[in-house]
């Protein structure tokens, strides 16, 4: 019987991937992965998000209803190293990090992989909304969801051939609404449990705090000027702003008007018009190819440059050992440095990098 270690977070979507492994016949083991901070009970049960204290309690309970082992796994120091001084780098350096995709590959695969396999698992499993297949070139892939609406592809575009060959999506295949039948079907507690949409280290959405309290340095204004250099106002510092933002600016010039670039050097942010956020090409380096070994040739491909974007065509190509430039069918709006390019042959991930 193979042995298969389930990241429960407390939510209806992994529970139910739990259960649905059970069913199949597996060894399940449930594990949350412990990464808040902090010690103080109530700091984390305000903080922890998906992972704070009441995750963990319906996470326990859910493993109990299920009769499956249950555990809580340390991860902070990999999450602090991998995901929140990430978060918080990038920030400064003008930059806008997607810190999902990090913890996904670097610490929901990476290290509880590893240390799932040291206690004798064969595979880990999530209550992502997507799929695996190896597919007839031999590579393995993730595919789009049969949940369009809930599809969660883009945030895994990073995985590598060895994670992806231990790893079991079981809720893929299910709409959203189907899992929440199975929940109830079953008597799980959390079977109306709303979803998480906050990012989980910083809960009530103030980034900009956060990162001058993980920096330990307070962030100094700058000016807003246009692409000509012309000075517009005063800004509140960079880790304010992110390329395509439009509201918040505080600047009142008769016309709505966007960030274009943030320029750390100088600690300027560039406003400009609807129009001049428009590109049609966008590079992007720190690539991993996942349906393909690598990119041989230009391919026309169906891309998206960040999570909620419904996606476009493009035709891509190699610019060098580590960086591919995307040429847009169509103007897309505010491709945003740090941001996944994301890229689709058909249902499955071809592969992607960061948005330069």
């Known amino acids: 019987m193979s042995r298969v270690v389930v990241g429960m977070s407390g939510g209806v979507d992994s529970s139910v991937a739990a259960y649905l492994l059970k069913e199949q ?74 810190p999902c995709i990090a913890c996904n590959r670097y610490v929901k695969w990476e290290a509880l992989l590893a240390r799932s396999m040291s206690i004798g698992a064969d595979y880990i499993a999530t209550g992502h909304y997507a799929r695996t297949e190896r597919l007839p070139n031999g590579r393995l892939a993730i595919r789009s969801s049969a949940a369009r609406a809930k599809d969660q592809t883009y945030a895994l575009y990073n995985l590598t051939q060895e994670q992806l060959a231990h790893t079991l999506m079981p809720v893929g295949g299910y709409a959203k609404e189907e899992i929440r039948s199975i929940a109830e079907k079953i008597g799980l507690s959390v079977a109306d ?102 990119l041989r040739e230009p391919k026309r491909v169906f891309a998206r440059i960040r999570y909620n974007h419904r996606g476009a065509w493009c035709t891509v190509e190699k610019t060098g050992e580590d960086e591919i430039v995307c040429h847009f069918e169509e103007p897309q709006r505010a491709a945003t440095p740090g941001q996944a390019l994301v890229l689709y042959d058909g249902e499955y991930v071809l592969g992607g990098g960061t948005i330069l």
């Open 193 to 294: 449990k709303p979803d998480s949409q906050d990012i989980c280290f910083v809960p009530d959405g103030d980034y900009a705090s956060f990162i001058r309290e993980n920096a330990g340095e307070e962030i100094p204004e700058g000016n807003f000027v246009t692409p000509s250099g012309e000075i517009l106002g005063r800004h509140k510092g960079i880790i304010h702003y992110t390329v395509g933002q439009r509201k918040g600016l505080g600047l009142s010039l008769g016309h709505p008007v966007f960030v274009l670039k943030i320029r750390p050097q100088t600690n300027e942010v560039v406003i400009g018009t609807y129009e001049e956020s428009l590109t049609q090409t966008v590079r992007a380096d720190r690539l991993n190819f996942m349906s393909v070994e690598d």
């Open 25 to 98: 016949g597996y060894d399940v083991i449930g594990v949350t992965m412990q990464i808040w901070q902090e010690e103080d009970s109530c700091t984390i049960e305000e903080n922890g998000g998906c992972c704070g204290l009441s995750a963990v309690e319906d996470a326990r309970r859910v493993a109990s209803d299920l009769g499956i082992p249950y555990y809580v796994m340390n991860f902070r120091r990999e999450f602090r190293e991998n995901v929140i001084d990430y978060f918080t780098s990038e920030y400064l350096k003008g930059r806008t990090p997607n």
